[in-house]
């Protein structure tokens, strides 16, 4: 009883302190202290996160004007109108490096399991923090290392019969129910390097080749720039489409003027498309370094065509088939910096990522920019999700610089290179 009559005075007490920080105002103001605290928290410390898939975008309303009724239906019916012209494809997977994970989606002491470029991969972190990449599967009988495999030290011990790899060359070092190990008995060991945020993979079809170096960020490794967010998606095309976008210096003005705020879709028809104008003026050539070719962007933006807002200035390195540099300088922002990989999931199925580094400060602007990077890549997207590779295109003096690129990316197909089949199921 004495326990009951306390908790009723402290229940009594509460609401009458709660009542008088209402009448003087107070309840109110730490109301509107703590909602401006998370808002503060979440421009400066939350990263962005945007992401969008070949099915999301091939079905916005879907078909008869139902959003997903049918979408397996459409995305089946345009991977086979992609077979119109598949003699004309490169191979799908060019030499050079791929960022294929993220170093933030695996920690020491675990693995994971990662399908691309026509392979499969288990990708693990060892207990002191390496990354090591090798194939999936278990010479033994098959087990997917990927998939429950555990890390002791560097090394990584099959879920099925606990035999353990090594990271650093794939070698068999303990078979646990035997003293005995087959000679020579190993998984391959994949060439890797991590740095600027991903995992990297040397994916070469011919074996003597080396790999180039991949060069390093000062900035981001040494935390100068923190992470701000980034951007995925998953394209239907030919991985040779998306870095070509560069060198097409007459579709920037084509899909890129009308405002960010217009959307990524259909942008011409949307009634925001007034409500700041951007303007481009582009240029794409090769390099000293056969491997990185340059693009050099100035980027206006205008309001009503007239009033010139901020320019920002971009240098964005093609670094070999499947890796971007952007740095993007601005008087009025600052710097910052973007990372593009695209990897082939399937042979016309590129996974593409954005991340985003700038100083602390600068968080709030690299929202926005966060938000118009994503709606401007959709709009590309939605051309790359519709078109066809062409070989042999017919171009204007005015596209030299895509005939450059082509001769310039011909570079990583090799002799080797795998090359498109058509399977009886009509998928690739």
């Given at each position: 009883m004495?326990?009951?009559?306390?908790?009723?005075?402290?229940?009594?007490?509460?609401?009458?302190?709660?009542?008088?920080?209402?009448?003087?105002?107070?309840?109110?103001?730490?109301?509107?202290i703590?909602?401006?605290?998370?808002?503060?928290?979440?421009?400066?410390?939350?990263?962005?996160?945007?992401?969008?898939h070949v099915?999301?975008?091939?079905?916005?309303?879907?078909?008869?004007?139902?959003?997903?009724?049918?979408?397996?239906?459409?995305?089946?019916?345009?991977?086979?109108?992609?077979?119109?012209?598949?003699?004309?494809?490169?191979?799908p997977?060019?030499?050079?490096?791929?960022?294929?994970?993220?170093?933030?989606?695996?920690?020491?002491?675990?693995?994971?399991?990662?399908?691309?470029?026509?392979?499969?991969?288990?990708?693990?972190?060892?207990?002191?923090?390496?990354?090591?990449?090798?194939?999936?599967?278990?010479?033994?009988?098959?087990?997917?290392?990927?998939?429950?495999?555990?890390?002791?030290?560097?090394?990584?011990?099959?879920?099925?019969?606990?035999?353990s790899?090594?990271?650093?060359?794939?070698?068999?070092?303990?078979?646990?129910?035997?003293k005995?190990?087959?000679?020579?008995?190993?998984?391959?060991?994949?060439?890797?390097?991590?740095?600027?945020?991903?995992?990297?993979?040397?994916?070469?079809?011919?074996?003597?080749?080396?790999?180039?170096?991949?060069?390093?960020?000062?900035?981001?490794?040494?935390?100068?720039?923190?992470?701000?967010?980034?951007?995925?998606?998953?394209?239907?095309?030919?991985?040779?489409?998306?870095?070509?976008?560069?060198?097409?210096?007459?579709?920037?003005?084509?899909?890129?003027?009308?405002?960010?705020?217009?959307?990524?879709?259909?942008?011409?028809?949307?009634?925001?498309?007034?409500?700041?104008?951007?303007?481009?003026?582009?240029?794409?050539?090769?390099?000293?370094?056969?491997?990185?070719?340059?693009?050099?962007?100035?980027?206006?933006?205008?309001?009503?065509?007239?009033?010139?807002?901020?320019?920002?200035?971009?240098?964005?390195?093609?670094?070999?088939?499947?890796?971007?540099?952007?740095?993007?300088?601005?008087?009025?922002?600052?710097?910052?910096?973007?990372?593009?990989?695209?990897?082939?999931?399937?042979?016309?199925?590129?996974?593409?990522?954005h991340?985003?580094?700038?100083?602390?400060?600068?968080?709030?602007?690299?929202?926005?920019?966060?938000?118009?990077e994503?709606?401007?890549?959709?709009?590309?997207?939605?051309?790359?999700?519709?078109?066809?590779?062409?070989?042999?295109?017919?171009?204007?003096?005015?596209?030299?610089s895509?005939?450059?690129?082509?001769?310039?990316?011909?570079?990583?197909?090799?002799?080797?290179?795998?090359?498109?089949?058509?399977?009886d199921?009509?998928?690739?």
């Amino acid at each position: 009883m004495e326990f009951l009559i306390k908790s009723v005075i402290n229940i009594r007490w509460l609401f009458d302190t709660i009542l008088r920080l209402v009448q003087s105002n107070y309840l109110i103001i730490l109301i509107v202290i703590g909602i401006i605290s998370v808002c503060l928290y979440w421009l400066f410390f939350v990263p962005l996160n945007w992401n969008k898939h070949v099915d999301d975008w091939l079905c916005q309303k879907g078909d008869n004007g139902y959003r997903g009724k049918y979408k397996c239906a459409t995305i089946n019916r345009l991977r086979k109108a992609r077979k119109v012209g598949a003699k004309e494809l490169p191979p799908p997977y060019p030499n050079g490096w791929y960022g294929i994970l993220e170093s933030s989606s695996i920690k020491p002491g675990e693995s994971t399991f990662v399908s691309c470029l026509g392979e499969q991969f288990v990708v693990f972190r060892s207990e002191e923090g390496t990354a090591f990449i090798l194939d999936a599967y278990c010479p033994h009988l098959g087990a997917n290392l990927g998939i429950g495999g555990r890390i002791n030290g560097d090394t990584i011990i099959c879920p099925f019969h606990q035999w353990s790899f090594q990271g650093t060359d794939g070698l068999c070092t303990n078979i646990p129910y035997s003293k005995n190990i087959p000679p020579a008995t190993r998984i391959r060991k994949w060439i890797s390097t991590e740095q600027n945020g991903f995992v990297f993979l040397w994916y070469n079809a011919e074996s003597s080749e080396l790999p180039w170096t991949l060069p390093i960020s000062p900035e981001v490794e040494n935390n100068g720039f923190v992470y701000q967010g980034r951007n995925e998606f998953l394209v239907n095309c030919h991985i040779q489409e998306i870095p070509e976008n560069g060198a097409d210096l007459a579709h920037f003005k084509a899909i890129h003027n009308e405002s960010i705020i217009a959307g990524g879709y259909n942008p011409k028809n949307s009634i925001f498309r007034w409500l700041g104008q951007h303007s481009w003026h582009a240029s794409w050539d090769y390099t000293r370094e056969k491997h990185i070719a340059e693009i050099r962007l100035k980027h206006s933006l205008k309001f009503y065509q007239k009033i010139n807002l901020f320019e920002i200035d971009v240098v964005g390195k093609q670094i070999g088939p499947a890796f971007v540099h952007l740095t993007l300088k601005s008087s009025i922002f600052g710097e910052c910096q973007i990372f593009q990989t695209v990897t082939p999931i399937e042979p016309l199925v590129q996974k593409v990522v954005h991340r985003f580094y700038a100083t602390r400060k600068m968080s709030p602007i690299l929202k926005i920019l966060i938000y118009g990077e994503s709606v401007m890549f959709e709009r590309d997207m939605n051309m790359w999700n519709q078109k066809l590779y062409r070989k042999s295109p017919i171009l204007v003096p005015e596209d030299a610089s895509i005939k450059k690129f082509r001769k310039w990316y011909a570079q990583f197909y090799t002799e080797n290179s795998k090359v498109f089949g058509l399977r009886d199921n009509n998928d690739w």
